[in-house]
């Protein structure tokens, strides 16, 4: 009776625990320090931010709800509550992301402005005389294409003058004018001359990107996109060909974009 009360108390005591192990109580605890640090760090790492990312989605939601509305029925046909709805967000959102209608207007100019750039302008703005011109045009073209209802909007823009403001109407002067420097500036470093007449290429591509969006809208199978758009680069390359010839000006024919 009296040995087994003192197993008892052995195997009760810590250090018959540590005997038992093998393995002292302090080396445990030091093994399973690193562990418990990892863990705090863990902790202490920033989570995302889920109610920032949400509005942000939320925020993206409406502006393509935004794009498609005001392309379909123009800017003064489209209400706020309609936006909403496509967006699948209360009425309040949009405002408070927006402000007003107007605002939400401008957020979409500054992303077709963007995506411009991106899609037609970078792309084309350091390659071959010949790779320039063509990445020019297929951007065109690809806007055309996937984009349309862009274009549509900032034509319906113009056309509703007196419905939208005048911060507006200049955000889409800017990507015009934007383009045309564009332009200006690729066949300038393509050439090492400057063209006299160089604007009226800007202005023809963007006729030409107008018509094929219209196009794309109410006859896609007439579109012929692949043809409208070569026959442009064309054009193009004529006109160079003719202003510097009206110019005197004698170019490498190195650097002259062949014709097509």
């Known amino acids: ?3 087994s009360s003192k197993n008892r108390r052995e195997k ?9 192990s093998g393995h002292p109580a302090g080396a445990r605890a030091r093994r399973a320090a690193p562990s418990q640090a990892a863990a705090a760090a863990d902790a202490a790492a920033p989570r995302p931010d889920r109610r920032r990312l949400k509005g942000e989605a939320s925020r993206e939601r409406i502006l393509d709800a935004a794009v498609q509305l005001f392309s379909q029925r123009g800017y003064a046909g489209t209400g706020v509550l309609e936006i909403a709805r496509r967006a699948g967000i209360e009425k309040a959102a949009l405002y408070w992301h927006f402000g007003s209608k107007e605002g939400l207007l401008a957020a979409v ?10 899609r037609v ?5 350091s390659a071959s005389p010949e790779e320039r011109l063509d990445r020019f045009v297929n951007g065109l073209r690809r806007l055309a294409v996937e ?18 403001s005048e ?37 023809l591509a963007l006729a030409y ?4 969006s219209v196009r794309a809208a109410i006859d896609p199978e007439g579109a012929e996109h692949e043809r409208f758009f070569a ?6 390359v004529l006109d160079v060909e003719h202003q510097l010839r009206e110019a005197g000006v004698a170019v490498d024919p190195e650097r002259m974009p062949p014709r097509k």
């Open 121 to 125: 302008l970078k792309r084309a703005s």
């Open 231 to 236: 026959h442009l680069r064309r054009l193009i």
């Open 147 to 164: 984009d349309s209802h862009m274009v549509r909007l900032m034509l319906s823009i113009a056309i509703e003058h007196s419905q939208v």
């Open 109 to 118: 100019i500054d992303r077709a402005n963007a995506e411009f750039v991106e």
């Open 1 to 3: 009776m009296a040995q």
């Open 167 to 203: 911060r507006s109407r200049g955000a889409v002067r800017r990507i015009f004018e934007r383009t045309r420097r564009a332009v200006e500036v690729g066949f300038e470093q393509a050439l090492g001359v400057k063209l006299p007449d160089v604007d009226l290429i800007a202005r």
């Open 12 to 20: 009760a005591s810590p250090r018959a625990a540590q005997k038992a």
């Open 209 to 212: 990107l107008d018509e094929a």
